[in-house]
């Protein structure tokens, strides 16, 4: 699967698409509601059949005539976007993670609406896409390579209108490559430490911009709410807002291509970030690591590279990565060096937990393929493995399916196939939304 997203140009019939998107959204909260008043009545769910059936009814009363103006394919994707949304509330609750069900939305806040196969025609020479009746042009950075699958027409905060295009792309066979492995640990002060002496600084993109960020809410709120100076004001911090998660993202392509290129197997910690954020708050998030590390798996497979993630209970940085003592007074995080009281080996906190994490990985990946006699092996760590040469694993049998909805995981040497939304791990539950380039297959 490939996303594909380009910026329509400005112009005065984008206000059509304005006005779709809050006809999905209109539709979005009558459906919540209708959702609320079944369930209240009669204790069940409404199937989505059921629900598309009824909009469609709907439609042609006069009341609901304005519906008719959206595709129907976008009415019936909002439809299942709810039914997802109620889905993935109840395996939450099974599994009692903490949730809730869909929610009334602000119809101004509502972004996108989702076509499938009909209501809309590409004109890739002329760099045109037809949305319904209308026509409209976009900036086309690239050509689109594979069928089409479905086409999204989002706003952001700004007022810009993008859309995503979804494409069946094959996944290229890519070798594995030989060369170097490396650990990295992710940290605060240090974006990425490796245990080669690699490391990686990432700026502060929050602090370049809080300057700005800062005036301009005090601009906001200096206005009268609702006037057209307030509405002006709003639109110029979400600017600043939009160049900031611009930097961040540019900053993580570039990171994660070089990496890709330099090393053939790359080991990280399985983090999670909920937890971190709620211990050190607003840095985790900017910084982006969960993001960081979706655009490096998809690298990854783009180029050949392994990773390969060593379970979040591992010690990294308890254990010393020379004799393997296991020091558990090394909680305070203020301590960046320390001496082994077992070995005496000196060492940086972070590169000694970088060390530990490409020891793990590298037994890890023994384990997911035929053992080579006289290796090393540390006590068994569970954790997972993403390979890029998956089809070739198969090679007994027949190439596994790719689809939107599988995603393929191998986990020592077993192909599992992993429903969308279905797997423990929320990081793996791609979406295939939001960015501009390639995803996971
Ligand atoms: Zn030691």
Redesign the pocket.
């Known amino acids: 699967m490939k996303t594909y997203r380009f910026k329509l140009y400005h112009s005065d019939h984008n206000t059509a698409l304005m006005r779709q998107i809050n006809i999905a959204g209109l539709i979005y909260n009558h459906c919540v509601a209708l959702y609320r008043r079944y369930y209240k009545l009669f204790e069940k769910y409404i199937q989505p059949y059921v629900l598309m059936k009824h909009l469609t009814k709907l439609k042609r009363t006069k009341r609901f005539a304005y519906m008719r103006r959206l595709g129907s394919q976008a009415v019936q994707d909002v439809v299942q976007r709810i039914d997802r949304a109620y889905n993935l509330f109840w395996t939450n609750l099974k599994r009692g993670v903490k949730s809730s069900p869909p929610k009334f939305r602000k119809v101004k806040k509502y972004k996108s609406f989702t076509l499938k196969q009909a209501g809309w025609a590409l004109d890739e020479s002329c760099g045109r896409i037809r949305l319904g009746k209308k026509w409209y042009g976009y900036f086309q950075s690239r050509k689109i390579d594979g069928r089409v699958k479905t086409v999204t027409v989002k706003r952001d905060a700004v007022g810009d209108i993008y859309i995503y295009i979804v494409c069946d792309a094959h996944p290229a066979q890519v070798e594995a490559r030989t060369g170097k492995s490396v650990g990295f640990d992710f940290g605060l002060k240090r974006f990425l430490t490796g245990s080669d002496g690699n490391e990686i600084v990432s700026p502060d993109f929050f602090m370049q911009n809080v300057k700005r960020i800062r005036t301009k809410c005090r601009n906001i709120s200096r206005k009268k709410e609702g006037s057209n100076k307030h509405e002006r004001a709003r639109l110029e911090l979400a600017c600043v807002y939009r160049k900031l998660a611009n930097q961040r993202q540019d900053f993580h392509f570039k990171l994660a291509r070089r990496l890709c290129e330099e090393y053939a197997v790359i080991c990280l910690e399985d983090l999670n970030i909920k937890a971190m954020a709620h211990l050190w708050g607003r840095k985790i998030h900017s910084l982006g690591f969960s993001e960081f590390i979706e655009i490096l798996q998809h690298k990854a497979i783009e180029l050949g590279t392994q990773i390969i993630f060593v379970d979040m209970y591992y010690p990294s940085s308890q254990l010393?990565s020379?004799?393997g003592?296991k020091n558990e007074n090394v909680k305070d995080l203020r301590i960046r060096e320390r001496e082994?009281p077992?070995?005496g080996?000196h060492h940086d906190r972070d590169r000694n937990a970088a060390k530990n994490i490409l020891m793990a990985g590298a037994s890890l990946r023994r384990a997911s393929r035929p053992a080579i006699s006289g290796d090393m092996v540390r006590p068994e760590q569970s954790g997972s493995v993403v390979d890029a040469r998956i089809p070739r694993i198969t090679a007994a049998g027949s190439m596994p399916k790719y689809s939107a909805k599988n995603q393929i995981h191998s986990l020592g040497g077993k192909i599992l196939y992993v429903q969308r939304g279905q797997h423990d791990n929320p990081r793996k539950n791609f979406c295939t939304h939001a960015w501009s380039v390639n995803r996971l297959p």
């Open positions: 010393c020379v004799c003592y082994c077992h070995c080996t």
